[in-house]
């Protein structure tokens, strides 16, 4: 009875410190793991990349958690460098939140939107404003989608934990800040980039286009009748000429 009693606790330690399906909301304030081990000093050989260095806060920005493929030392007690260096190539758990600059004792800030193997953590009494791992499985890479408060206007980072293993750790790993400007802020831009005609000045412009093009119709038109007119006039005058002198002729002749 005793040895399976702690069995059961050995299992039960083992799930509390791996967390294999994602961070829990105790860890909403620190970001530590619950390991029982230090976090690494080393390099961390994992980056937290958004896609977008400027965004407007009724839009998104895509994240990427990824491998940069660096040498990590690995430490079983403090965190320190050892002589025994391991390749780290992948991670089996991340939690990440978005902070406004600068970020002490700040709340994390937005929503975020998760893909396969992961989920969302509501914390600080927020919705879904942190994310985690939903499995222990080894992870090269992994996407999110991080939207802003509606009305909020700053600078943002992404802060992110990444766990290789039980004992091996990086807390709090920094982001590029991300610019989030007010939607507003956008068609205030494009005002300022279009220039806009008054009403009255494009109404006057068309009004002396048309007077124009009406113009040019009436002096074609007054021009063709001016030629018919004299045309006709030509014809008349040569016709009474052309029977005058037949009369002329004819009044000879009877001489």
């Known amino acids: ?21 994602g961070a829990p909301t105790t860890a909403c304030n620190t970001m530590y ?6 976090p690494q000093k080393s390099p961390c050989p994992f980056e937290t990349k958004p896609y977008q260095a400027e965004i407007f806060s009724n839009s998104s920005v895509r994240i990427a958690l990824h491998t940069l493929s660096l040498t990590a ?3 079983s007690s403090e965190g320190s460098s050892s002589s025994s260096e391991t390749s780290i190539d992948s991670f089996n758990g991340y939690m990440i939140m978005a902070f406004e600059l600068p970020s ?3 709340v994390a800030l937005g929503t975020f939107q998760v893909h396969n193997d992961s ?23 992994v996407h999110l989608t991080w939207t802003p408060p509606a009305d909020f206007e700053g600078d943002v980072i992404f802060k992110t934990t990444y766990v290789a293993s039980k004992k091996l750790f990086w807390m709090n ?7 989030v400007k007010l939607a507003g802020a956008r068609e205030d831009e494009k005002s300022a980039k279009t220039v806009l005609l008054p009403n009255d000045f494009s109404e006057a412009k068309l009004y002396e286009e048309i007077a124009f093009l009406e113009s040019s119709q009436y002096i074609s038109l007054w021009v063709i009748c001016s030629l018919f007119i004299v045309g006709f006039s ?9 029977a005058s002198r037949a009369k002329t002729y004819a009044t000879l002749e009877s001489i």
């Open 173 to 179: 790993q920094v982001s590029s800040p991300v610019r």
């Open 119 to 141: 989920h969302t953590i509501d914390c600080h009494g927020l919705y879904q404003n942190a994310a985690t791992h939903s499995s222990k499985s080894h992870k090269n890479i």
């Open 33 to 38: 793991p619950l390991h029982k081990h230090n």
């Open 73 to 75: 030392s690995s430490d």
């Open 104 to 106: 002490e004792n700040a």
């Open 1 to 21: 009875m005793q040895s399976f009693f702690v069995f059961v606790l050995a299992l039960t330690v083992g799930y509390v410190t791996c967390h294999p399906h």
């Open 234 to 242: 030509c014809a008349v005058l040569a016709k009474l000429i052309m």
